[in-house]
């Protein structure tokens, strides 16, 4: 007596992959983004991005459904580097406070005080990768912040929403000043907020530290 054969399931088929060349596309448009965003703001138009970028008009708008979701794009991007630089510094530098100053001066080359506002202003913030992006980067400026801490070196009325709005604000362009010029200023100005945060304390800091919760309660 003979046994039906097992039915076959055909394998789901899988999405193809991507291009070389259309992700080096995307890639570039991102990087150039990023640089017309900090040197002219959110609404620079399109065509001007595609130009620096080296591609055609429509190149973007196959990437890019539109300008949110380009913003988008370049504030997750900037928000994974940002996050890599400090998980290189708290595996770099054996002194924690090192380790802390080191990821500062890194994040404002980043020119995150430029981006912040496109956080909270031009995209939807419950999207799930944006959500765990700023998960993330919360989780290593946190650990780099309580190492010091714990080492002795930081003093204890700061919390990392103290650190992120310096940050922020030290490293935001001045209204018509080109950001080339500032960074001179930028990295100095760094350092003097960083030698404020040192222990022991110099001084009492009036109300209390500022928390990642308090900055998106308000």
């Known amino acids: 007596m003979q046994t039906a054969a097992a ?12 291009r070389a060349d259309a992700l080096r596309n995307r890639e570039r448009i991102i990087a150039a983004a990023r640089e017309m965003f900090v040197e002219f703001g959110a609404e620079v138009p399109l065509d001007e991005i595609a130009r620096r970028a080296g591609v055609g008009n429509a190149t973007i708008y196959r990437h890019f459904a539109d300008r949110t979701e380009l913003i988008t794009s370049v504030v997750l991007s900037v928000m994974d580097r940002v996050s890599a630089r400090a998980e290189a510094a708290a595996a770099e530098e054996a ?30 913030q419950d999207r799930a990768e944006l959500n765990e992006a700023r998960a993330r980067l919360e989780r290593d400026v946190e650990g780099l912040m309580r190492r010091a801490r714990a080492a002795g070196r930081l003093r204890t ?8 709005v310096a940050l922020s604000q030290l ?5 018509g000043t080109p950001c080339p010029n500032i960074d001179q200023f930028v990295h100095r100005h760094l350092q003097l907020f960083l030698d404020g945060l040192q222990a022991p304390a110099r001084s009492e800091l009036p109300g209390s530290a500022a928390t990642l919760a308090d900055l998106r309660r308000g």
């Open 171 to 175: 490293t935001r362009p001045l209204p």
């Open 95 to 124: 002194d924690p406070f090192d380790a802390l100053r080191c990821f500062v001066h890194a994040a404002a080359d980043e020119r995150i005080g430029a981006l912040c506002p496109m956080l909270s202003d031009t995209f939807d």
């Open 157 to 164: 009325d700061v919390a990392v929403g103290d650190l992120m």
């Open 7 to 18: 039915p076959v399931t055909a394998e789901p088929r899988r999405a193809p992959r991507p």
